[in-house]
């Protein structure tokens, strides 16, 4: 029988912390699917949801997969909505970060890491947030985004220093790829199964209204869902890439499709060039055989066209061509001029985090078919709008950062850092250009991957620099 030393114990802990999170994090799921709309049902979903905030008080890594995986939930993971909006991911954030704090102050652990490239831009991000705050067309919206945008950027803090980007089949992967499956499912259910559990919560109907309506699983929005599938897709194929056991390829290549099929049933549009730009990207970042790419972008094509196959799609799909077409589309083009208006008429302070509202009616188009208009509905336009020269530096410094990211990626892949977060990010800087993703969850998942992705890479360079190579403390350096 092996020694129950302080090391093992710690790492048997942790093991269990990370099953109870998932098992509660499965919970959450299971009422949500089956009880949704009935009596007491924010009773019930409270019931788990305090048992998870006490263990991600208490635990940095079920607080990580917590937080990673109840923004999933979405619509479905509403605790209150008077006087204020409470859903049960805000609830794990605040029990999280109250507890990492707590451990760190009482372990003396102040020390701040040194920046990176990419933390400088989330950092310029949320000065500009709060910046804007004064001079704003709603002052209280904009307190109120100026808050989210820095609880999401202390979100991103803490997964930057506790996520695993060495480890193939780390919590992060496990936990994205069981919220995945599981929202593809209820998607696929959706569309295709009468009765289905899971109610949809919006009507969004895709080109003929009798053949197809859009599904969106526990989000009320089909594109909030879509984008939600991205970061599991990219790391499965990652993982497809780097596996050798065959049977492993074949569950994964299963997730994949599973996945994929759910993306497709969103007919969401940005989210499937996002993910032909970023598989293209992380293709060229693992070092992996042509006949192995070959047979990712196989399936990733076998999957589309069967979704392309659907009548509705087939008449969605010319408008990727042919922008002119698509009223959708061209909204976004008239809405981007709108916000460089404002942003010539606004350049200091924009007007207003999360305000665009407000401020758009002097520079409303008639041709705009969104009523009501709620965001600039495109990021790089839209952010310096809302938040002005220092929001336009931020999109700058993360743009340069993001090139020197995925320039790095290939040798940092070689090293067995996994870079899937990194194509995920790629995906959401092309999606910018079709929608906007400051509050979204899934978005500052990623942002905080790529940040791990960046530590991971600077700590292998520090370790193979000369003057540490002979250091014993970082072991021996082939």
């Known amino acids: 029988m092996r020694d129950l030393t302080p090391s093992r114990a710690l790492a048997i802990v942790r093991s269990r912390d990370m099953q109870i999170a998932l098992t509660l994090l499965a919970v959450l799921f299971v009422i949500a699917t089956f009880l949704y709309g009935t009596p007491h049902y924010e009773v019930l979903l409270l019931i788990p949801t305090i048992a998870a905030a006490a263990l991600s008080a208490t635990s940095s890594r079920a607080g990580a997969i917590l937080v990673i995986g109840t923004p999933a939930l979405d619509s479905f993971a509403i605790l209150t909505s008077y006087p204020q909006v409470i859903t049960v991911f805000q609830v794990m954030l605040i029990a999280t970060i109250s507890g990492a704090i707590f451990r760190r102050v009482a372990a003396r652990r102040l020390r701040v890491p040194r920046l990176t490239m990419w933390d400088v831009g989330i950092l310029i991000f949320v000065v500009a947030a709060w910046l804007s705050v004064p001079l704003s067309g709603s002052l209280r919206v904009s307190v109120i985004g100026a808050i989210e945008v820095t609880a999401l950027a202390t979100m991103y803090a803490f997964l930057t220093t506790t996520i695993d980007v060495r480890s193939r089949y780390s919590d992060l992967f496990l936990t994205l790829t069981a919220v995945g499956a599981i929202s593809a499912i209820a998607g696929l259910g959706q569309a295709f199964v009468p009765g289905f559990p899971v109610p949809l919560l919006e009507e969004h109907i895709t080109g003929n209204p009798v053949v197809v309506q859009r599904v969106s699983a526990f989000f009320a929005n089909p594109n909030a869902f879509a984008v939600m599938l991205l970061p599991p897709i990219l ?47 992380l293709a060229l970042m693992i070092p992996a055989s042509g006949r192995k790419r070959l047979r990712v972008a196989i399936a990733i094509a076998v999957v589309f066209a069967l979704t392309g196959a659907v009548a509705s799609v087939s008449q969605r799909a010319p408008t990727l061509l042919d922008i002119r077409a698509d009223a959708s589309a061209m909204d976004r083009v008239y809405l981007s001029q709108a916000s460089m208006r404002m942003f010539v008429d606004n350049p200091l302070t924009g007007t207003g985090v999360s305000s665009f509202m407000y401020a758009y009616p002097p520079y409303a188009d008639s041709r705009v078919t969104i009523d009501p208009v709620p965001n600039g509905h495109q990021m790089p336009f839209a952010i310096p709008a809302e938040m002005g020269l220092a929001g336009l530096l931020a999109e700058i410094v993360m743009a340069v950062a993001l090139v020197r990211t995925v320039s790095m990626a290939p040798s940092a892949a070689a090293e067995g850092v996994q870079v899937g977060g990194v194509a995920a990010a790629v995906a959401f800087f092309v999606m910018s250009f079709a929608n906007g993703f400051i509050f979204c969850e899934a978005f500052w998942v990623t942002l905080a991957i790529v940040g791990s992705v960046l530590r991971a890479m600077k700590e292998a360079s520090h370790a193979l620099s000369p003057e540490h190579q002979d250091d014993p403390s970082l072991g021996r350096v082939a």
Do not use: C, H, K, P
């Open 235 to 281: 790391l499965l194929l990652e993982a497809i890439l780097r596996e050798r056991s065959r049977n492993r390829r074949i569950v994964l290549g299963l997730l994949i499709i599973l996945m994929t099929a759910g993306l497709g049933v969103s007919f969401s549009r940005e989210a499937m060039i996002g993910l032909v730009v970023a598989s293209l990207s």
